[in-house]
């Protein structure tokens, strides 16, 4: 390693965080059985809607509605397309596969003009009727149903769950081929620092900001909606703090490569988070913000793997030194004053 970072062993000394990703995080292969998670829907009666915002992603809606056709009238009772003004076939895709859609300036005109995906997704909220409401992008080249029904599968089986989150790996795909790792440069770069400062129980979500998320329509409707690219951030925050960690889960879904996007838009995606998290700092679980920021050393990083979810704690320091103007005049005034006469060599 260089520099001041060291790996300490996996699995972090914060108790309430072990015991929850002890509990509450799965992997998909656990839901696999959709008879069984059928059953448990109807057990219990409930009725679940799917939400796909959508914008110009004529080239992925498609395959996505059609690997959705056989969880559709099963396990999704609803399936609604909310659209951003979409200048391709993407409308026109999603009226064709059979399935609701609607303009998101259409729905409570009374806001104005949807102002983003956090607007849209809000907006279609008032449009699902399913106990459950789970949301997805669509703008995913490797779509597999499959992740939708183990989103799906701690609020079917769990009556205690009332928010599930997706988690995965995120490839990168550059001139030079597709590395395994370095997609999600947002979440990495911006949410997960910003979670370890100010919320660390969510530090525990290895994909904090993924589009792949469900919750009881109860719980949804009564936490806030962030217009923007923070809407996920802020979910997860509103969440924790209105029903716990303890009735929140993730699940590895496996791998996820959703289209890049430009660094500049990148750069403002991480300022919607950043203010987001803002917003959420005037409550007293955050802690005085300059005393946290400079004596917070430890750096909780959860990721997905092949052997499972795992937990990673990194120690390292800010310190402020001073001035090399305040430290050259400290040596001048500690210096002892030259003798008389004495001539300097």
Same mark, same amino acid.
């Given at each position: 390693?260089?520099?001041?970072?060291?790996?300490?062993?996996?699995?972090?000394?914060?108790?309430?965080?072990?015991?929850?990703?002890? /509990?509450?995080? +799965?992997?998909?292969?656990?839901?696999?059985?959709? !008879?069984?998670?059928?059953? =448990?829907?109807?057990?219990?009666?409930?009725?679940?809607?799917?939400?796909?915002?959508?914008?110009?992603?004529?080239?992925?809606?498609?395959?996505?509605? @059609?690997?959705?056709?056989?969880? +559709?009238?099963?396990?999704?009772?609803?399936?609604?397309?909310?659209?951003?003004?979409?200048?391709?076939?993407?409308? @026109?895709?999603? $009226?064709?596969?059979?399935? #609701?859609?609607?303009?998101?300036? #259409?729905?409570?005109?009374?806001?104005?003009?949807?102002?983003?995906?956090?607007?849209?997704?809000?907006?279609?909220?008032?449009?699902?009727?399913?106990?459950?409401?789970?949301?997805?992008?669509?703008?995913?080249?490797?779509?597999?149903?499959?992740?939708?029904?183990?989103?799906?599968?701690?609020?079917?089986?769990? %009556? $205690?769950?009332?928010?599930?989150?997706?988690?995965?790996?995120? %490839?990168?795909?550059?001139?030079?081929?597709?590395?395994?790792?370095?997609?999600?440069?947002?979440? $990495?770069?911006?949410?997960?620092?910003?979670? &370890?400062?100010?919320?660390?129980?969510?530090?525990?979500?290895?994909?904090?900001?993924?589009?792949?998320?469900?919750?009881?329509?109860?719980?949804?409707?009564?936490?806030?909606?962030?217009?923007?690219?923070?809407? $996920?951030?802020?979910?997860?925050?509103?969440?924790?703090?209105?029903?716990?960690?303890?009735?929140?889960?993730?699940?590895?879904?496996?791998?996820?490569? &959703?289209?890049?996007?430009?660094?500049?838009?990148?750069?403002?995606?991480?300022? =919607?988070?950043?203010?987001?998290?803002?917003? /959420?700092?005037?409550?007293?679980?955050?802690?005085?913000?300059?005393?946290?920021?400079?004596?917070?050393?430890?750096?909780?990083?959860?990721?997905? !793997?092949?052997?499972?979810?795992?937990?990673?704690? +990194?120690? #390292?320091?800010?310190?402020? /030194?001073?001035?090399?103007?305040?430290?050259?005049?400290?040596?001048?005034?500690?210096?002892?004053?030259?003798?008389?006469?004495?001539?300097?060599?």
């Amino acid at each position: 390693m260089h520099g001041d970072i060291s790996i300490v062993a996996p699995l972090p000394t914060l108790p309430l965080l072990q015991e929850w990703l002890a /509990r509450r995080s +799965y992997v998909s292969g656990q839901f696999a059985d959709r !008879t069984r998670l059928l059953a =448990a829907k109807r057990r219990r009666g409930l009725t679940v809607s799917l939400i796909l915002p959508t914008l110009n992603v004529a080239d992925t809606i498609g395959p996505i509605l @059609s690997e959705l056709d056989g969880l +559709y009238g099963t396990l999704l009772d609803q399936l609604i397309v909310v659209d951003g003004q979409s200048t391709d076939t993407t409308v @026109s895709i999603a $009226e064709a596969a059979g399935v #609701e859609v609607y303009q998101q300036d #259409e729905l409570r005109p009374e806001f104005g003009p949807a102002r983003g995906k956090g607007d849209a997704m809000w907006r279609a909220l008032g449009r699902a009727d399913g106990d459950i409401v789970a949301f997805a992008d669509a703008d995913t080249r490797d779509f597999d149903a499959g992740a939708i029904t183990a989103t799906l599968g701690p609020l079917l089986v769990d %009556p $205690e769950i009332q928010f599930s989150k997706a988690a995965y790996r995120r %490839p990168f795909a550059t001139s030079n081929g597709v590395t395994p790792e370095g997609g999600g440069r947002v979440t $990495e770069l911006t949410a997960k620092p910003l979670f &370890n400062l100010f919320f660390p129980l969510l530090t525990g979500f290895a994909q904090p900001l993924a589009g792949e998320f469900a919750g009881t329509r109860d719980l949804l409707r009564s936490v806030p909606f962030f217009t923007g690219y923070g809407v $996920e951030t802020g979910l997860l925050i509103d969440t924790l703090r209105r029903v716990g960690l303890s009735a929140m889960a993730q699940v590895d879904v496996g791998t996820r490569q &959703n289209r890049h996007q430009p660094l500049a838009d990148l750069s403002r995606m991480s300022y =919607a988070v950043l203010r987001t998290v803002m917003t /959420r700092l005037d409550d007293p679980e955050s802690g005085r913000l300059a005393e946290r920021v400079l004596s917070e050393s430890l750096y909780t990083h959860a990721a997905t !793997t092949g052997d499972g979810f795992r937990l990673m704690e +990194y120690h #390292e320091a800010l310190i402020e /030194r001073p001035p090399w103007t305040r430290l050259l005049d400290l040596t001048a005034a500690d210096r002892p004053a030259p003798l008389l006469g004495s001539v300097a060599e």
